[in-house]
């Protein structure tokens, strides 16, 4: 399976912390991109990386990509109650997303 | 809102039936993907279909198909439902045919099958 792997599974921060959730792939790549989903809901596009990059920043998200390692990581400073969701990593190759198994990110007020 | 509209948004069948989910893009988006996520598998990539033509296809089975019509909407066809078939089914869209752009997804159509 071309399926991605995230880690953790599952992660519970108190609000104001920073949350780190990394994902492995396991083919090259084109690009990598986060994608955010709330309970039940449909997937929000976060950030893509891709491939010929090292690291990139949007607002409060920092991901980091290391293709030697076929990893990515995905850093939330500064982390709210409206950041409680799953959190999903999509590497593609050729035509298709693969999608990582996800990390389910709970922020305690 | 990202634009795409997938209906309905429930759909309780029996086993055996058959039934189909519908996609409509964002506007101006070519490209339509279809998921399945269930929780032991996760989210599935099933098929792409571009400007009207399929462009890669994943884990579908035989028992599904799809297809994406001149108005760029695109239909999930699913026969021959069995229980493990229950599961959030998801359409995105995207402006290109390649997977290099950010795909924007709808809300997904929740399949029971009893």
């Known amino acids: 399976s071309q399926q991605g792997e995230e880690d953790p599974q599952a992660l519970s921060i108190q609000e104001g912390e920073n949350a780190t959730m990394n994902c492995s792939y396991k083919t090259s790549i084109n690009n990598l991109q986060w994608y955010r989903q709330n309970s039940g809901r449909g997937l929000v596009h976060l950030i893509l990386i891709r491939s010929n990059e090292r690291e990139k920043h949007s607002g409060r998200l920092r991901v980091t990509l290391d293709t030697s390692k076929k990893s990515s990581s995905l850093l939330i400073t500064a982390s709210r109650a409206a950041d409680t969701a799953s959190y999903f990593c999509a590497h593609s190759t050729g035509n298709q997303f693969y999608f990582g198994t996800g990390t389910s990110l709970t922020v305690i007020p | 809102d990202s634009g795409v509209t997938q209906t309905p948004k429930h759909l309780i069948t029996a086993t055996g039936q058959r039934v189909t989910l519908r996609c409509s893009p964002r506007s101006g988006d070519l490209s339509v993907y279809w998921y399945q996520q269930s929780l032991d598998q996760g989210l599935q990539f099933l098929i792409q279909y571009y400007n009207g033509e399929e462009r890669a296809k994943g884990n579908i089975l035989e028992r599904f198909s799809a297809q994406q019509f001149p108005d760029l909407h695109s239909e999930l066809n699913l026969s021959s439902l069995e229980l493990g078939d229950s599961a959030l089914y998801f359409c995105?869209?995207?402006?290109?045919?390649?997977?290099?752009?950010?795909?924007?997804f709808g809300q997904g159509t929740r399949l029971t099958v009893v």
């Open positions: 995105a869209s995207s402006p290109g045919g390649g997977a290099g752009t950010e795909a924007f």
